[in-house]
């Protein structure tokens, strides 16, 4: 079975950085895509930002455009959040997800097949 294991979460400052990674095993998605998701407490979850396995496109959450990047070692089957300029907004539990999206499901919970246990991001002073 496919699992996908989560790390680089933490506390950090605001202004802070983080890089977090998700490596998936029992499977290949060469034609698929890896995302990111967040919750917060009380809140649902919500998108964070998607890259498709071997095309050039990615897609962001307005709230993290410009702060957030999504990467993908396609030899390893793991994929990257880069997350810059950390806001205590940005608190959150971060999943990631494997699948085979359509364009118009790959920002959805929907769209994907395959989550992470979660790993938990707090931006505070």
């Known amino acids: 079975q496919v699992q996908l294991v989560e790390s680089g979460g933490g506390l950090v400052q605001p202004g802070g950085s983080l890089r977090l990674s998700c490596s998936a095993s029992g499977d290949s998605f060469g034609a698929g895509a890896g995302a990111w998701f967040r919750q917060a407490p009380g809140k649902e979850r919500e998108f964070v930002a998607a890259?498709?396995?071997?095309?050039?496109?990615?897609y962001y959450a307005d709230s993290v455009k410009g702060r957030f990047s999504i990467s993908r070692d396609t030899s390893i089957n793991t994929i990257y959040l880069q997350m810059n300029s950390l806001q205590p907004d940005d608190t959150a539990v971060y999943y990631c997800?494997?699948?085979?999206?359509?364009?118009?499901?790959?920002?959805?919970?929907?769209?994907?097949?395959?989550w992470g246990q979660g790993t938990q991001v707090t931006v505070s002073s």
């Open positions: 890259r498709r396995w071997n095309g050039g496109i990615a």
């Open positions: 997800a494997f699948g085979k999206p359509i364009v118009s499901t790959i920002r959805t919970i929907g769209g994907y097949r395959y």
